[in-house]
C-alpha cells in the first residue's frame, strides 16, 4: 500500500486549502487513516482522523472548527478541508493509514505513511 499526498500550497491566513491522499490497493475502506503535520523545528503532532466508515471522526483542539476530515473509499482517497487558516497551521502535512477500523491520535498507531505536501499560510 502506498499514500500518495497532494493539495498544500502558499494562501493568506483566513484561507482555505483541501489535501487529498490518494491510497493505492484495494483494502482502503477497511482502515482508519489520519493527518498529521510537522512544523520546522517542532515534532510531528495529530491533525485529524477519521474510522474506515467514516462514522467517527476526531481532531485536534488547535483545529477543531476549522478542519474537516473525510474520505471516499469508492475512490480510495481521503480529504482534509482547511478553513481559516492562520499561519501556525503552516506545515509538512501527512496523511496516514492505521492497520485498523478505528481512529488514534496517535503517530506510532500508523503504520503506512504519505510523502507529505506543504502548507504555507502567510500573515
Known amino acids: 500500500v502506498q499514500l500518495q499526498a497532494s493539495g498544500g500550497g502558499l494562501v493568506q491566513a483566513g484561507g482555505s486549502l483541501r489535501l487529498s491522499c490518494v491510497a493505492s490497493?484495494?483494502?482502503?475502506?477497511?482502515?482508519?487513516m489520519g493527518w498529521f503535520r510537522q512544523a520546522p523545528g517542532k515534532e510531528r503532532e495529530f491533525v485529524a482522523a477519521?474510522?474506515?466508515?467514516?462514522?467517527?471522526?476526531y481532531y485536534a483542539d488547535s483545529v477543531k472548527g476549522r478542519f474537516t476530515i473525510s474520505r471516499d473509499n469508492a475512490k480510495n482517497t481521503g480529504y482534509l478541508q482547511m478553513n481559516s487558516l492562520k499561519p501556525e497551521d503552516t506545515a509538512v502535512y501527512y496523511c496516514?493509514?492505521?492497520?485498523?477500523?478505528?481512529?488514534?491520535?496517535?503517530?506510532?498507531?500508523?503504520?503506512?505513511w504519505g510523502q507529505g505536501t506543504q502548507v504555507t499560510v502567510s500573515s
Open positions: 496516514a493509514r492505521r492497520s485498523q477500523a478505528v481512529v488514534s491520535g496517535t503517530a506510532s498507531m500508523y503504520d503506512v
Open positions: 490497493g484495494r483494502t482502503f475502506g477497511s482502515y482508519a
Open positions: 477519521i474510522s474506515a466508515s467514516a462514522f467517527t471522526t
